[in-house]
Nanobody, 124 residues
C-alpha cells in the first residue's frame, strides 16, 4: 500500500523559503509513468496545483508559481521536496503531496494517492 507523508514547518515568516518534504512508502519515486505532485488549498479557496517531478526526474510547474518554486527528489530515500521562495501571507494553505499518472489537475480523483496534508501559515 502506497503512503505519502508531508513534513515541514507549520509557520514561515514572510520573504523566507518554505520547504516541505514528502516521504513515500510502499512505492519508489522512480516507478515508471508516475508523477509526484505538490498541491495546496488556501483557506476558503479551491485546490491549486503547484508542480511535480516525474519518475524520470523531470519537473513541471504552475505558470503562476514557476518563478519561485523548485522541486527536488532524493531517490535513495524515496522523498521529494518542495521549495517555495519569497513567501507571503497569500501562500498560507494546506499543502499536499500526491501521486498520479498525469499532472496539473486539481481534483481528488485525479490522483490515486494523497498525503494527509500539512497546514502552513505565513506570518511574522
Amino acid at each position: 500500500q502506497v503512503q505519502l507523508q508531508e513534513s515541514g514547518p507549520g509557520l514561515v515568516k514572510p520573504s523566507k523559503t518554505l520547504s516541505l518534504i514528502c516521504a513515500v512508502s510502499g512505492d519508489s519515486i522512480t516507478s515508471e509513468n508516475y508523477f509526484w505532485s505538490w498541491l495546496r488549498q488556501p483557506p476558503g479557496k479551491g485546490m491549486e496545483w503547484i508542480g511535480c517531478i516525474s519518475y524520470s526526474g523531470t519537473t513541471d510547474y504552475s505558470p503562476s508559481l514557476k518563478n519561485r518554486t523548485s522541486i527536488w527528489r532524493d531517490t535513495s530515500k524515496d522523498q521529494f521536496t518542495l521549495h517555495l521562495f519569497s513567501v507571503t501571507p497569500e501562500d498560507t494553505a494546506v499543502y499536499y503531496c500526491a501521486r498520479g499518472s498525469a499532472y496539473g489537475a486539481t481534483q481528488w480523483d485525479d490522483y490515486d494517492t494523497w498525503g494527509q496534508g500539512i497546514q502552513v501559515t505565513v506570518s511574522s
